[in-house]
């Protein structure tokens, strides 16, 4: 089969994590990264996007969108390089709608490892999801690269803001949850970047995690302005999870902390702001931007 040419090595994930800081959530995010190699090598393998429920369901819960994440980048490129029999739309109609954020993040994932050849890939993602495929690409750059993860070329505003937020995720990785590490590496950026990343570490806190109370208060501490981007990175994650049908304990927890909000009400607070962000039919990654915004300034003063 032609697809598993296309394979990561097995041990990718673990040998990316060797070079990262060793924190607190290092063995955790070891184990997010082998879980999306597996997935990644498991379509390759059988790219039959029937198969894909099985996959998701045998694999442990807060999980699972990590999954879904490496199989939607393993169909992009994919359907990159073999451009037939509409790969990625068969992956993204399996995935929708618990994975649907997870499924942009894996498809910006691909936009970063097959550069302009991406465009048919853009054309197929869901414009309200857009700034996602942009985080995925940010977190990308970021999670492997040493040289160039701080710059966005050749990106608009918003794309760029979208990027940043996926740089922001990755430090979290980077760092191995160690909130010290982390704001380290966030003060190596310029002040117009860093509700992004902000947004991206709440997000990553979070989803990924785990992040424990006293870390939760020290990065509310170091956040400062941007504490409401924090926040609605972390209403994401509560979302993304609700999306799933599964709120683990540890974001549950870090929510809280960081929020002081329920999830039930923060992942109200998300959906209403989508609808009202694209009730104007605002573009794609402006309509975005406003929803970030909106649940920014609604969480800022909580």
């Not at 997000?203 to 409401?228: D, M, Q, R, W």
């Amino acid at each position: 089969m032609l697809t598993r040419a296309l394979k990561l090595r097995s041990d990718a994930a673990s040998s990316v994590v060797l070079s990262l800081h060793n924190g607190p959530a290092t063995a955790k995010l070891e184990a997010i990264g082998t879980t999306f190699v597996d997935a990644f090598n498991a379509y390759m393998d059988d790219p039959r996007p029937k198969q894909l429920a099985g996959r998701i369901q045998a694999t442990a819960t807060e999980l699972q969108g990590f999954y879904a994440e490496g199989t939607t980048m393993a169909a992009a490129i994919a359907a990159t390089v073999l451009p037939w029999g509409n790969r990625l739309g068969k992956v993204l109609a399996e995935l929708e709608p618990r994975f649907v954020h997870l499924a942009h993040v894996g498809a910006g994932w691909a936009l970063a490892r097959v550069g302009i050849a991406g465009a048919p890939v853009r054309r197929q993602l869901d414009p309200g999801y857009l700034g996602l495929a942009w985080d995925g690409y940010g977190f990308h750059e970021t999670f492997f690269s040493r040289r160039n993860w701080q710059q966005a070329r050749g990106k608009s505003q918003f794309e760029a803001q979208a990027y940043y937020q996926g740089v922001g995720r990755a430090l979290w990785f980077r760092s191995g949850g160690d909130c010290a590490h982390l704001i380290q590496s966030l003060e190596q950026f310029p002040e117009r970047w860093k509700s992004d990343l902000w947004s991206g570490v709440g997000l990553a806190s979070c989803y990924a995690g785990p992040a424990s109370n006293s870390t939760a208060g020290a990065l509310k501490a170091a956040a400062g302005e941007h504490l409401g981007y924090l926040r609605q990175g972390a209403a994401f994650a509560v979302s993304a999870f609700a999306r799933a049908g599964h709120q683990p304990e540890h974001c549950i927890a870090t929510a809280s902390a960081l929020t002081g909000k329920e999830c039930r009400g923060l992942t109200a607070m998300v959906e209403d702001h989508r609808l009202a962000a694209f009730a104007s039919k605002t573009d794609g990654l402006a309509g975005y931007h406003l929803w970030r915004d909106r649940i920014a300034t609604t969480l800022e003063g909580t």
